[in-house]
């Protein structure tokens, strides 16, 4: 087994699965790809003693960030609807236009996988550089089953390539395609019996999510797509309450989703059923901060009732055109009034979780993988504090520097 230790780190270590401690002067032993040993350098066992060793220089060391929700495989871009909004149109009506996510399609159905993963390469590398170790990626720009897979197809290349671990959603539930105008429940049979089925059949597809909303799919349509996920095996999540209070957030829980995200009109009195369900709650301050959202989630519920709470970019081209997981993380706590502990648990630990791999990544912590983060700071709260500083002084993947070599 090859070992190397960090040594001289400030870390955050997690305690009662929720609040972070900080341990100065700490090491970590990695051992092949995974943590072998965490503790205070005084208290190194002596068979590491000779290893290979890398000073932090007293410098913050997270988990790897993980982005648990992101669309960041399309083509195209929708900076012209950008301006439209600016001129007082609104999301939902461009979207009932054939605007939206319907222009995206366009653009992605239109391009090659190659130009996929071309496009979409400087998007992940934008997460990667901000200490992202673990990338979640959603289909839902093809809304046909072929371009619905290449989408997938593209998202496991680009993450190969960037040495990044890659979850992988199909959401072929995301908007209806204008051939079926009129017809969604039609569609909906036919994402449960052909595209679905065949996108798990070629194995790019770890977890089912949808679109429960006024402009996109009913309750009773998410938990058909649901009812076909759960018969192959495959955890659900449900993009819910974003736009309106529709009542999916509370059936997806009831499903045993692993996570509901948005929930910006989620009453608070509907909390409890997320924690009965060990459901995570994902914000997306992105989307909320661009498409000028006054209704905030009910954070202080959430807390109340202990719902794990993740944040993620959800990187797309219309709600949230944002590649920065420290803006996310500012944003969390200026807008939605998290604490930066609660923002780095919301794109670590509770991350993990959202994804259902908090046995294997999120924390520091023997058996777990070794995807860390070093950082040029003193404490955490300077993650969400500072806004377009990029203090990431670079990541462990998988037990390898990524990136620039060890850091300085
Ligand atoms: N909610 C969102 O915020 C994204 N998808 C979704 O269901 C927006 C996708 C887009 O506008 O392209
Ligand atoms: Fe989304």
Request: hydrophobic letters at 40%.
């Amino acid at each position: 087994m090859y070992i190397q230790l960090l040594q001289n780190a400030l870390l955050t270590r997690l305690v009662d699965g929720n609040d972070y401690h900080l341990l100065p002067d700490a090491t970590v032993v990695i051992g092949d790809d995974r943590i072998a040993w965490v503790g205070p350098d005084a208290d190194l066992p002596d068979r590491y003693r000779g290893a290979d060793r890398l000073d932090c220089g007293g410098r913050l060391l997270t988990p790897g960030l993980i982005d648990c929700h992101t669309h960041l495989v399309y083509g195209g871009n929708r900076a012209g609807e950008f301006e439209r909004r600016l001129q007082g149109e609104d999301y939902g009506e461009i979207a009932r236009q054939g605007g939206g996510i319907m222009a995206t399609v366009r653009a992605t159905r239109s391009a090659t996988t190659e130009d996929l993963v071309m496009q979409s390469r400087p998007r992940l590398g934008a997460l990667v550089s901000e200490g992202v170790t673990t990338v979640e990626i959603k289909s839902g720009y093809g809304l046909e089953r072929d371009t619905e897979i290449r989408m997938l197809e593209a998202a496991g290349r680009l993450c190969r390539e960037a040495g990044v671990r890659c979850q992988r959603t199909f959401l072929g539930a995301h908007a209806l395609p204008p051939e079926f105008f009129g017809r969604a429940d039609d569609y909906i049979a036919l994402v449960c019996d052909d595209m679905l089925p065949a996108a798990a059949a070629a194995g790019v597809v770890d977890a089912v999510d949808a679109f429960c909303e006024h402009i996109a799919f009913s309750v009773a349509q998410t938990e058909r797509v649901f009812d076909r996920a759960q018969g192959l095996g495959l955890p659900v999540k449900c993009h819910a309450e974003q736009l309106s209070h529709m009542g999916g957030a509370v059936m997806s829980a009831s499903r045993g989703a692993l996570s509901v995200d948005h929930i910006e009109y989620l009453p608070a009195e509907s909390v409890g059923s997320l924690a009965e369900a060990n459901t995570v709650a994902v914000l997306l301050p992105g989307a909320f901060y661009i498409l000028k959202e006054r209704q905030l989630p009910p954070v202080a519920a959430l807390r109340e009732h202990g719902v794990p709470i993740a944040l993620a970019t959800d990187a797309n081209p219309g709600s949230s055109p944002v590649f920065s997981p420290l803006l996310i993380m500012n944003m969390g706590c200026t807008l939605f009034g998290l604490t930066p502990l609660e923002a780095l648990a919301g794109f670590t630990i509770n991350a993990a979780r959202a994804l259902g791999l908090a046995d294997r990544i999120g924390s520091i912590e023997p058996g777990k993988a070794a995807d860390l983060a070093l950082w040029n700071c003193g404490h955490p709260a300077e993650l969400s504090y500072h806004v377009g500083l990029n203090s990431c002084a670079g990541v462990v993947q998988g037990g390898q520097w990524r990136g620039g070599g060890p850091p300085a």
